[in-house]
């Protein structure tokens, strides 16, 4: 089935510094990527979708000077949480979807504590 | 009024009963419903994936889907301490964008 891996599946990083995210597509091509951020016992607020090629979208109040997001390739997309503070502190997830089938498949997580 | 609502539980149930999970919706375009099953500190996992009204049925898992009440629900039969964990309803239009529930909490007892 189709396998998305994210990376790193944690990181801790100092306040104003910033932190660059993965997400990888493994066994497909991934038209579309969409970035997520759930805060404890709390759903998936979606932040940006993004296609291969095309500056990605981002959901209103979501600062996309902040939240650098780049799909340079159809099995690679980026999140970088630039000049981060502790508000930044969450659990961000990236999915996938592909042309082959209609499912979004997740990446398992990226833990983020800025200190 | 949200989209979709989804009570959080916690729900508790002993091992072998039969759980029955529910999303209710406002949004009428709504064509496509997934159930998602999420374990802590996980990326969600597809479960079920079903297009407009009726029953889908896999392996202990059936998903139902009535839009003439904007009501969807998960059944899982025979239900085993693995199968804790957080359930989130999904639903689309069709136009990519996912909105989801809240996700309730399951536990089962051994």
């Known amino acids: 089935g189709a396998v998305v891996s994210q990376h790193p599946s944690r990181v801790i990083c100092k306040s104003g510094t910033s932190v660059k995210i993965e997400c990888r597509s493994l066994d497909f091509q991934a038209t579309t990527m969409f970035w997520y951020r759930q805060f404890p016992k709390q759903s998936l607020m979606l932040m940006a979708t993004s296609n291969e090629g095309s500056k990605a979208t981002y959901e209103q109040g979501v600062e996309k000077d902040k939240f650098l997001i780049n799909h340079a390739s159809l099995t690679l997309s980026t999140l970088t949480v630039t000049s981060a503070h502790p508000e930044d502190s969450s659990f961000y997830i990236c999915?996938?979807?592909?042309?082959?089938?209609?499912?979004?498949?997740f990446g398992s997580g990226t833990r983020l504590t800025v200190v | 009024q949200k989209e979709v609502e989804q009570d959080p539980g916690p729900l508790s149930v002993p091992e072998g009963a039969i759980v029955s999970l529910n999303c209710t919706y406002s949004?009428?375009?709504?064509?496509?419903f997934m159930w998602y099953r999420q374990y802590s500190r996980k990326g969600p996992e597809l479960l079920m994936y079903?297009?407009?009204?009726g029953n889908k049925e896999d392996g202990r898992f059936t998903a139902q889907v009535d839009k003439s009440s904007k009501y969807i629900s998960l059944f899982i039969r025979d239900s085993q301490p693995s199968d804790s964990a957080t359930y989130l309803c999904a639903m689309s239009e069709g136009n990519e964008k996912l909105t989801f529930g809240t996700g309730t909490r399951l536990t089962i007892i051994p």
């Open positions: 079903t297009y407009s009204s």
């Open positions: 999915s996938a979807r592909g042309q082959e089938h209609y499912g979004y498949t």
């Open positions: 949004n009428s375009a709504f064509q496509y």
